[in-house]
């Protein structure tokens, strides 16, 4: 049985309740974090309690717990569940507000959540020999996708029509015609010697196995190139990947029903995740 934390209190999940004031659940008022547990560790979770920080920073949420709490409160959780394999689940909202109002009050107590998700991340393993295929899709977004905020209906979307085309994730397209990132995912290419994602600005998030993978580029003397890329070069690439919390590094083999390469997941992809699985361990 999944344990939650909410607002001080260790409960069952089923027992846990919010009101329906709460502006994350009327506005999408809120943020959160996503962790991975694997082999009985939390991934990278100093990384993600301090982009947690950030996008409370951004949004003017102040909570009383400290991100040493948050990290011990984690780790309680990831104990009483015995979680060996899945994820650890925050998110924060700015709380409740009655009578309904677009303009918060400043007296708002923040609703705090915490609580574990049993999820078999191996399967990850075998898909990442097959690779995976993936659709493009319009980026329907607001204009602040650096902040992990809960408001995910263009996410939803976009992976939705991805899961009806029986495709792994949906890669956004801006207006532009530019790929910004994927509907959960930071989105790459590999060209040469070259691995080429996004620049970090407000049109992307920036991820935590992102933040990771490009030191374990540079090491293997590949040129890690933040760089604006049309869709077509998606198709012109040698290898395209996906990174994320929970895929971790997932070669994609056809975008739009077409192959990228032979059709099969590529040499330094592959690479690349199986020292990102060495470095996490």
């Known amino acids: 049985m999944a344990t939650c934390y909410l607002n001080g209190k260790y409960l069952p999940l089923s027992k846990a309740k919010i009101s329906v004031t709460d502006r994350g659940f009327?506005?999408?008022?809120?943020?959160?974090?996503?962790?991975?547990?694997?082999?009985?560790?939390?991934?990278?979770?100093?990384?993600?309690?301090?982009r947690l920080k950030k996008?409370?920073?951004?949004?003017?949420?102040?909570?009383?717990?400290?991100?040493?709490?948050?990290?011990?409160?984690?780790?309680?959780?990831?104990?009483?569940?015995?979680?060996?394999?899945?994820?650890?689940?925050?998110?924060v909202t700015r709380g409740n507000q009655n009578p309904r109002d677009h303009k918060y009050a400043n007296n708002l107590k923040p609703n705090i959540i915490i609580y574990s998700i049993q999820k078999d991340l191996k399967?990850?393993?075998?898909?990442?020999?097959?690779?995976?295929?993936?659709?493009?899709?319009?980026?329907?977004?607001?204009?602040?996708a650096d902040i992990k905020s809960i408001s995910l209906l263009g996410n939803v979307m976009a992976v939705n029509k991805a899961k009806d085309m029986k495709c792994h994730e949906a890669i956004l397209i801006d207006q532009n015609s530019n790929v910004t990132e994927g509907n959960s995912s930071s989105i790459w290419i590999i060209?040469?010697?070259?691995?080429?994602?996004?620049?970090?600005?407000?049109?992307?998030?920036?991820?935590?196995?992102?933040?990771?993978?490009?030191?374990?580029?540079?090491?293997?003397d590949l040129i890690f190139e933040e760089k604006i890329f049309k869709k077509e070069?998606?198709?012109?690439?040698?290898?395209?990947?996906?990174?994320?919390?929970?895929?971790f590094i997932m070669p994609i083999i056809k975008v739009d029903k077409i192959k990228i390469g032979k059709g099969l997941p590529g040499v330094i992809s592959l690479l690349l995740r199986k020292q990102y699985l060495q470095a996490i361990k």
């Open 26 to 50: 009327q506005f999408s008022d809120g943020v959160y974090e996503v962790i991975a547990s694997y082999d009985g560790t939390l991934i990278d979770i100093d990384l993600h309690l301090k």
């Open 55 to 91: 996008s409370l920073k951004e949004i003017d949420i102040k909570i009383n717990l400290s991100i040493e709490e948050i990290l011990k409160i984690s780790n309680k959780i990831q104990s009483m569940d015995n979680l060996k394999t899945g994820i650890i689940y925050i998110q």
């Open 123 to 144: 399967a990850n393993d075998q898909l990442s020999n097959k690779g995976v295929p993936v659709i493009t899709y319009p980026d329907i977004r607001w204009l602040r």
């Open 191 to 220: 060209k040469g010697n070259k691995c080429i994602t996004h620049p970090l600005t407000n049109k992307i998030l920036n991820g935590v196995t992102r933040k990771k993978l490009i030191s374990i580029i540079k090491k293997n």
């Open 233 to 247: 070069l998606l198709f012109k690439a040698n290898e395209v990947f996906m990174t994320n919390a929970t895929n």
